[in-house]
């Protein structure tokens, strides 16, 4: 199996082009089962993620053709045409490796009238259920059976009325699943509490794009009035803010300075004010988003929170940033339990990290020293990336198909910016 191989202890400088947004870019995927027209979907990931989903929508019977016309900068465009839907079921082997295939559900039960997904089972970064997404279906019209491990949806009348649901808990996933259904119902549907993560921006935008009313684009009060049908679109995934909040931390945690190619200052500002805090300078220039370390990192209080709080997918890798801080600083992670799997592997570094439950202490120490250690998700996989990146010595991660999900050609962009970095096969 692969690792990832650092040589720590460079301080990194230079610019790093962000890529397109994997979370944006697997909700987007499966609107191409809303229409029987081509979407195209640019700047898309090459994310071992995207590839998932695509394989997912070929069972589907939805073609897909992957076009790296959009230049040498590594761009890539998708064209998927579901004019001609096979299957109306997710099969357990495709979810179980990508939780995200539940969001084929609502697309799928908008157009076909039925639409069958595995459940997604357990997850390394807690229970995850996906209770609301059925809740926020049968609000609006759908009759749910749960039966050998699979939900079914179905619009007892072919298509769904629509309705009004309010989401108790913030859920992205679920928010995602609620719109991409109700665009195609009869009537109008409202939600309330609705995520309004950017990707749900990004969601939102492409399906006007096709045709869709959606009112209340960006808050957490959406009214989404059905169509009779939609049409393709040629649409472009929005920057990674998760992939460019990761590399401002190899600029804090190296001492450096990284300009982050393509970053949108205005989805990231809580984890740019968070980076101020600490002590960075912060710029946001005509390229994107400078972020330059001053001098000793100072600690931080962040508590995880839907948007616009900070993220909880950068909660590891600022983690392993304040490790290296002058004195201590209070992480709260409000949204997944078990979200601290990288703090042992961290201790093994030299972190000295104290958790309780959903907080954790993190006492700045002097230096990180490498090691070989291993991460049980994507961003905690980041997290070690990043300690290896200031420790002294060589660290060796483990694993790194979890990086292959959500860092576009790290080991490329890391050495570009003067980092010893290099995959290895094992
Ligand atoms: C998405 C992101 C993930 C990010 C998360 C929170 C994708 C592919 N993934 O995940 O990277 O960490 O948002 O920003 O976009 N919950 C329920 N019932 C449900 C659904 C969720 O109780 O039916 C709970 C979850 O357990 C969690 C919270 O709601 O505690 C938020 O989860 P959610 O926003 O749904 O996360 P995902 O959409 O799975």
């Not at 995850?128 to 939900?151: K, N, S």
């Not at 959406?222 to 679109?233: P, S």
């Not at 002294?392 to 010893?420: F, N, Q």
Request: aromatic letters at 4%; proline letters at 4%; glycine letters at 12%.
């Amino acid at each position: 199996m692969d690792s990832i191989w650092i040589k720590g202890g460079t301080r990194l400088e230079g610019r790093i082009p962000i890529s397109g947004a994997k979370n944006a870019a697997l909700t987007l995927i499966p609107c191409a089962l809303l229409t029987d027209e081509e979407l195209t979907l640019g700047n898309l990931p090459r994310l071992a993620d995207v590839d998932s989903f695509a394989h997912l929508m070929n069972e589907l019977g939805v073609t897909t053709k992957v076009s790296g016309k959009r230049g040498a900068d590594h761009k890539r465009a998708m064209t998927l045409k579901a004019d001609h839907i096979e299957s109306t079921v997710a099969p357990y082997e495709l979810v179980r490796k990508m939780r995200a295939s539940i969001l084929v559900l609502g697309p799928m039960l908008a157009r076909m009238g039925e639409s069958t997904v595995s459940l997604p089972g357990g997850c390394a970064i807690g229970d995850r259920p996906i209770d609301l997404h059925l809740r926020a279906l049968e609000a609006m019209g759908a009759e749910i059976e749960l039966a050998a491990g699979y939900v079914k949806a179905s619009a007892p009348k072919g298509r769904l009325p629509g309705g009004d649901y309010s989401f108790p808990v913030v859920s992205v996933g679920a928010t995602e699943n609620a719109v991409m259904a109700a665009v195609l119902a009869t009537g109008r549907t409202q939600l309330f509490n609705a995520a309004r993560e950017p990707e749900i921006v990004d969601l939102c935008n492409l399906l006007v794009a096709m045709g869709a009313r959606i009112e209340g684009i960006g808050t957490s009060h959406l009214v989404i009035d059905g169509v009779e049908g939609l049409h393709g679109a040629d649409y472009e995934v929005m920057p990674d803010r998760i992939e460019a909040g990761s590399y401002a931390c190899a600029a804090g945690i190296t001492g450096g300075s990284i300009e982050l190619v393509g970053a949108r200052p205005g989805d990231m500002l809580a984890i740019t004010n968070a980076l101020a805090a600490a002590g960075l300078v912060t710029e946001f220039t005509d390229d994107g988003i400078k972020v330059s370390a001053t001098g000793k990192l100072k600690p931080l209080a962040i508590s995880t929170a839907p948007y616009p709080g900070f993220p909880t997918d950068m909660q590891a890798q600022f983690m392993s940033m304040l490790a290296l801080a002058e004195g201590e600083s209070y992480l709260e992670e409000t949204i997944f339990e078990n979200r601290y799997m990288h703090v042992p592997e961290l201790r093994r570094m030299g972190a000295n990290i104290d958790t309780r439950g959903r907080s954790a202490i993190v006492h700045g120490v002097e230096g990180l020293t490498g090691a070989q250690v291993m991460a049980t998700d994507l961003r905690a996989s980041m997290s070690l990336v990043l300690a290896g990146l200031a420790a002294e010595g060589e660290t060796e991660v483990l694993r790194v198909y979890h990086l292959d999900r959500g860092y576009e050609r790290l080991e490329e962009k890391l050495s570009a910016v003067g980092a010893t970095i290099e995959r290895r096969g094992g």
